[in-house]
């Protein structure tokens, strides 16, 4: 072959390029590989509340940064009367309200959509340096006594931590231990007290993701930052491992809520957790996911739903002619008679398919006799078929088969030119061959519908077209192949008993 | 059990085909066909009448061209033009398969006398041309051509061996080498058409001789003609070496590299062309029991030097012939020995 080498450089390519950008539209708009993914969607709902004194008041909430193991998918917000603007403080998100008279208890409504996602990795940002806190007397003392304690039993930062919380948490242990923690916090404690030791380490507050909770505050937890990741701890239990439900809503700005202007301010928040299909959940965070089938208006959608799933079925026939041998009537014909059945359902497909076809084929024996000129024949075969479908769908509708209305998915067409050939194919090769023909054509076109109706093939056709390549690629390399085919083995079985077996006589 | 070994025994091993060379439709699609046949070329072969009149010009012997019909107006005025002709064969140009052929072989007063021997009007001879013209029997029903030729008579060597229909010679021709041949006898099943598959006898031909080596019909060994009894094993055709030259000519003429050469003789004329085919069939090889691949690629390893007609029909000659590649057996005729 002089063209080898170019040639399955194209199918490399055509393989790569499909795969890996279907690959990459994963990983980027988070469409999921399979249809029945589903995705558990967390709306979380901010409640602030304060009592305004009449003057202007300016409101931060600090929200959640972007972060390892969750996706905000929306934001939306209920606030009348203020003013809102996005706003960014010590890294980050905030939302900023605002009104230039205040006056009452008010309330203020912050809502999220957040998507748990193990594929969703935010890359750790390693610590600013913090100022080691100066303790007071006799405070230092303890904390250098309670460092002294944990330092010799510990390896690094996270055993440290470790220790530390497990010194403090032991209720009749250390006097030290119990003097700090009577003033201060103890996620602050445990804070300082590892600064203090040089281990890089903050404060934040999270937010425990249960199913209907309401009126929850933040908890405050310590993050120690070492191997180039932040491990949550739970001060009083030790280092959580398990932080699937655990969301991080404040971990470098100094508060979560910041009212200038109001009193009594508080923010406490309520969840719901709903499990919702993936595509939807990432159709809704990225749109139309960039360049893709969902830009079309619906109405295309739906058409191209059917034309995506048609290279399927061209590589159901190619597969069925080149390896398997199989002869169908028409080339493609078989593919259209699958896109059929996708609407009609299979044996209600199958059933009109023959009834038409068998009624068309009892009449166009009548207008063989009548000599016609091709076009007119075909011409009256549509205007037979088109009569037919008419008859049977008025006839099973007053019976009360509603499958018999299915017959109109079928292209009249392609039902005229199958009926002109079968019946060319009867008169000139016998019933026999219309057998094989007609046998052939449906059993590929079933293998196609059913190829076509596996919901992940669906799914993948119409989010992933570019897998199309992939498939155009198989199709380019069973185009090469000029081995045997399967029915070929049996056809030339004859050969075999031809040239050894006596003849007969 | 038995039931299973039956049915497994109609299927052999592709490893089984490829030890015995046999080619198969992808490849021959593939690896032939789409390789050594140009595109540009195929109306030369699909088209019968352009082949009637290429092959004229090039002075290979063929059946002569008496009149063409292309329009339906001129079926009106068609009686003139047969009246001096007491036989002769209306064809549609693109017929594929022997489809739309009409045999007149005599008149009789007001009748025409086809083959069969049964009588037909002249209106039924004006309506079979009407049915070609929009294209009854061509490919995808396209509007055709009708053309008149002169009848073939067959030479009475082969009376005894054909039902009905004209016996011919379907010779393989590769790059202008003659790599494979047989004959092909009508039955009476296959309706006096000479294609093996509705149920045609196929008797392979040694290369070398022009004698037959062994017949088969659905694909079992036979040994004698089913209706006339006749027994095909002494079979030889003669002027074998002009017959091979005629197919071979037909490259020039073509430029096809992969053709199939349909031959009739004449009992005047001898071996005259009927049609050439640019996709020709398989089962070639299960008639002569040998398979076309080594052929093939012993002719696309020699050196693509012009080499005279008369050279290539010689050269098939000698490394073609059928009996050598089988001469660990005694003779096809005979019960094979023992593997």
């Known amino acids: 072959m002089p063209h080898r080498g170019p040639f399955l450089f194209l199918i490399a390519l055509l393989v790569i390029g499909g795969i890996g950008t279907a690959v990459y539209r994963h990983r980027a708009f988070a469409i999921p590989f399979s249809p029945d993914q589903a995705q558990t969607v967390w709306q979380v709902e901010a409640r602030v509340q304060f009592a305004g004194d009449g003057s202007a008041t300016n409101i931060f909430l600090t929200l959640p940064p972007d972060q390892t193991g969750f996706r905000i998918v929306e934001s939306t917000r209920a606030s009348s009367g203020f003013g809102y603007s996005p706003a960014y403080r010590d890294g980050q998100p905030q939302a900023h309200w605002s009104k230039r008279e205040v006056l009452g208890e008010q309330s203020l409504f912050y809502k999220l959509e957040i998507v748990e996602d193990g594929d969703h990795v935010v890359p750790a940002i390693p610590p600013a340096t913090r100022t080691v806190p100066s303790w007071r007397e006799p405070y230092a003392t303890a904390s250098q006594h309670l460092l002294s304690m944990a330092m010799p039993i510990s390896a690094d930062g996270l055993s440290l931590a470790q220790q530390l919380i497990q010194i403090m948490s032991d209720e009749r242990g250390d006097q030290n231990a119990a003097l700090l923690m009577a003033e201060y916090q103890t996620a602050t404690l445990l804070q300082n007290l590892l600064l203090a030791a040089d281990v890089p380490a903050r404060t934040v507050e999270i937010l425990t993701l249960e199913d209907g909770r309401r009126r929850q505050d933040l908890k405050t937890y310590v993050e120690v930052f070492q191997d180039g990741s932040w ?99 028409g080339t ?113 076109a079933v293998l196609a519908y059913l190829m076509m109706s596996v919901p992940l093939i669906n799914h993948l056709a119409f989010n992933f077209p570019e897998l199309h390549m992939v498939i155009l690629a198989i199709i380019l390399l069973l185009g090469r192949y000029t081995g045997y085919r399967v029915m070929e083995l049996r056809r030339f079985a004859a050969f075999r008993s031809a040239t050894n077996e006596p003849p007969a006589t | 059990m038995n039931f299973l070994k039956k049915y497994l025994t109609g299927w052999v091993s592709p490893s089984y085909l490829k030890d015995n060379g046999i080619l198969c439709m992808n490849k021959r ?41 292309r329009a339906q107006y001129e079926i009106e005025h068609i009686a003139p033009r047969l009246e001096n002709l007491d036989q002769f064969v209306v064809k549609p140009a693109n017929g594929s398969g022997g489809k739309g052929i009409l045999v007149i072989v005599a008149r009789d007063g007001e009748y025409f006398v086809k083959s069969s021997g049964v009588r037909i009007t002249l209106s039924a001879v004006e ?51 003659p790599v494979m041949g047989m004959l092909r006898l009508a039955t009476h099943q296959s309706d006096g058409k000479a294609n093996l598959h ?71 004329r001898g071996p005259l062309i009927l049609e050439l085919n640019a996709r020709p069939g398989l089962s070639v090889q299960i008639a002569n029991g040998v398979g076309l691949l080594p052929r093939l690629r012993c002719i696309e390893a020699l050196d693509d030097l012009p080499v005279s007609v008369e050279e290539r029909v010689e050269f098939s000659m000698a490394h073609f012939a059928t009996r050598k590649t089988v001469d660990t057996q005694e003779s096809l005729w005979a019960e094979p020995a023992p593997a």
């Open chain 1, 332 to 444: 493609f014909m078989p593919i259209l008679i699958a896109l059929a059945f996708l609407q009609t359902e299979l044996v209600p497909g199958l059933v009109s398919f023959l009834l038409v076809v068998g009624t068309g084929l009892a009449i166009r024996t009548y207008l063989s006799e009548l000599n016609l000129l091709l076009i007119a024949r075909i011409a009256v075969l549509v205007l037979i078929v088109i009569g037919i479908i008419t008859v049977f769908s008025v006839l099973s509708y007053r019976l009360g088969l509603i499958e018999g209305l299915n017959i109109t998915f079928f292209p009249m067409i392609i039902l005229a030119w199958t009926i002109e050939r079968v019946s060319i194919t009867w008169e000139e090769n016998g019933p026999r061959e219309v057998a094989v023909q007609v046998g052939g054509s449906l059993g590929v």
């Open chain 2, 198 to 268: 509705q149920g045609a006898v196929g008797v392979g031909l040694d290369l070398a001789t022009g004698k037959a080596t062994m017949a088969v019909q659905h694909n079992q060994r036979v040994t004698h003609h089913p209706d006339t009894g006749q027994p095909l094993e002494h079979i030889e055709i003669a002027n074998w070496k002009q017959l091979l030259i005629l197919a071979a000519r037909c490259f020039e003429v073509t430029r096809l590299g992969y053709l199939g050469c349909d031959i009739v003789i004449d009992e005047a």
């Open chain 1, 231 to 329: 491990h949550l701890f739970d001060p009083e239990r030790g280092e959580v491992h398990e932080r699937h439900n655990l969301l991080l809503w404040v971990t470098d700005a100094p508060s979560v809520l910041d009212v200038v202007g109001g009193r009594n301010s508080r923010v406490s928040f309520s969840m719901i957790s709903a499990v919702r299909p993936a595509l939807a959940v990432s159709q809704e965070q990225f749109g139309d996911f960039g360049f893709s089938l969902y830009s079309l208006p619906i109405a295309e959608q739906g058409f191209f739903k059917l034309i995506m799933l048609m290279p399927i079925g061209a590589l159901v026939v190619v597969f069925m002619r080149i390896i398997v041998g199989l002869k169908t009537s």
């Open chain 2, 127 to 177: 309506r079979h041309m009407t049915n070609i013209l929009s294209g009854l029997h061509s490919l995808g029903g396209k509007p055709d051509v009708a053309f008149i030729e002169t009848l073939v008579h067959v030479s009475d060597y082969f009376a005894d061996y054909s039902y009905e229909g004209v016996p011919d010679i379907r010779i393989i021709v590769f790059k202008g080498y």
């Open chain 2, 29 to 69: 699609n593939g690896d032939y066909i789409s390789r050594y046949n140009s595109r540009s070329r195929y109306p030369l072969v699909d088209n019968k009448l352009l082949t009637k009149e290429v092959v004229e010009k090039a002075k290979i012997a063929a059946p002569k061209l008496i009149d063409v019909v």
